[in-house]
């Protein structure tokens, strides 16, 4: 019998996990399978059960349910107990191991495939949710120049700069609150892109950009923050894809204890939109 992984969400069709973790699989020579698992949105812990039920060994987590994984963890990492949201599900016995390999995954995407270094960089980070709390420990542990945070509601800003202060320079406010600074590096951590929808931003703040990142992806053009961002000057556009193949890789080894090569991974899927 196959050992058993899956993505879960919802939504989660759109996922390429299952392609990445396949090449993995294959690439390193692992006997295993990969699949999706769209949980109801009131429905995460349920099937999580029934998943470990059915032989399941691990799960990657993804939009809505990183802080009700975190919750459900028997263990956690550091990198998951600082941040208070959980990506990587391992199942051993009775224990539900909860680790965070967002933050690792978008670190060595934009310093290693896209050649930016993230030191004395202002940055500021959209979103205030779980994939935006699972980035900031490793994007602070970068020491750039600030980290700003901004969400489009204030408080739930505020209560990551609260958490997170004691690791770097980091501030809080809404979508509108920085229009008047200059920021390097751009990254959108809101869900928005998933629903064809922009985050409420002021144009101009694209102009200094080096980077704008958006953590999600379209299989078919550019997400509606890149476009926007394009439009307003930034220079570099990434999607989440470098993101999603790194933070894949990590997942794979706290699974499997093999670390694949990404690069040819990255390669594959940007070559094509139908995997």
Known sequence: MLDLYAVIGNPVSHSKSPAIHSAFALQTNQTMEYTTLLAPIDGFKAAVENFRQQGGRG????????????QLSTRLTERARIAQAVNTLK????????????????????????????????????????AARGVILPLLQKEPALLAIANRTINKAEILQ??????????AGDFRQFSEEKFDIIINATSA??????????????????????????????????KFAQQHGARQLADGIGMLVEQAAESFFVWRNVKPLTKPVIA????????
């Open 193 to 226: 892109s998933l629903h064809n929808e922009l985050p409420d931003l002021p144009p101009h703040i694209f102009t200094h950009a080096e980077l704008a990142y958006d953590m999600m992806y379209n299989q078919e053009a550019l997400t509606p923050f890149l």
């Open 162 to 171: 609260e958490q997170f202060i004691p690791y770097g320079k980091i501030v």
């Open 59 to 70: 799960l990657n987590v993804t939009v809505p349910f990183k802080l009700e994984a975190y």
């Open 268 to 275: 594959m899927l940007k070559s094509t939109n139908k995997i």
């Open 91 to 130: 199942f051993e016995g009775n224990e539900i191991s909860g680790d965070n390999t967002d933050g690792a995954g978008l670190v060595r995407d934009i310093e290693s495939n896209l050649l930016i270094p993230i030191a004395a960089k202002r940055v500021l980070l959209l979103g205030a949710g779980g």
